[in-house]
């Protein structure tokens, strides 16, 4: 796929570049970001750059679209969110990090929303699906606040930090996406 951008009010949501190299490797650093979430810690230089270079190389390859998320309110980079389509079903999967400077300002909700649209109106997928660690309550009301429905709990699914832990499972498919396009006014449409 060409480089698009996607955008509201709260953020933008571009393609990476190698520009984006260094504020990845800042806020991919924090232990707060490993916490709950697969990145290596501690983080390196050179783990940045693997991952800006694979960002790039899935998007040309239509094999996953992982976005650079920018705060609008200060264009800095503020996170990530990417969405990996399963050919066979129609579906995908969606997995995300803000850095810990941008928290508790919505960046994650609008990137979401954002990222639901592309997923059903340009990829034309059935079902967007994401999970996260049982201790993550924060991104589990990112999940439900983009219209994702909670489907209950992997138990042991996730080897995480040397431990088995249950990771709670959402999805959103095609039929409440149109649902919540017909009942919700304007501004208020994911
Ligand atoms: C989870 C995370 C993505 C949330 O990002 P964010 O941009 O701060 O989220 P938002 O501002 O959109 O907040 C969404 C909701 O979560 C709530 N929330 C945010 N941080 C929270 C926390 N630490 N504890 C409880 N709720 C929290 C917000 O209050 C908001 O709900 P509300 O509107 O009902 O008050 C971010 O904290 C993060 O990247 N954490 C580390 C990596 C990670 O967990 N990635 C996801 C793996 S599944």
Redesign the pocket.
């Known amino acids: 796929m060409e480089p698009l951008i996607l955008a509201n009010e709260m953020v933008k949501m571009r393609n990476f570049v190698l520009a984006d190299v260094a504020p990845v490797f800042e806020l991919a650093s924090a232990r707060?970001?490993a916490?709950?979430?697969f990145?290596p810690h501690p983080y390196s230089r050179e783990a940045a750059q693997e991952f800006v270079d694979r960002a790039r190389e899935q998007w040309s390859a239509d094999e996953a679209y992982v976005f650079a998320i920018v705060d609008r309110a200060s264009d800095a980079f503020a996170?990530t969110m990417g969405i990996h389509p399963e050919g066979e079903h129609n579906s995908a999967t969606v997995?995300?990090?803000?850095?810990?400077p941008?928290?508790?300002?919505?960046?994650?909700?609008?990137?979401?929303r954002l990222l639901i649209r592309f997923g059903f109106e340009q990829l034309e997928l059935n079902r967007i699906e994401?999970?996260?660690?049982d201790q993550?309550?924060?991104?589990g009301?990112?999940m439900q606040?983009a219209n994702m429905r909670c489907e209950g709990r992997r138990r042991g699914s996730q080897f995480h930090r040397g431990k088995y832990k249950d990771a709670i499972w959402y999805a959103i498919i095609r039929e409440d996406y149109c649902q919540s396009q017909k009942s919700l006014g304007g501004s208020e449409k994911i």
Do not use: D, M, P, Q
């Not at 997995?95 to 810990?100: E, R």
């Open positions: 707060e970001i916490e709950n979430t990145v996170g997995g995300y990090w803000i850095g810990k941008f928290w508790g300002r919505g960046i994650a909700t609008a990137a979401l994401a999970g996260h660690l993550n309550t924060a991104s009301r990112v606040k």
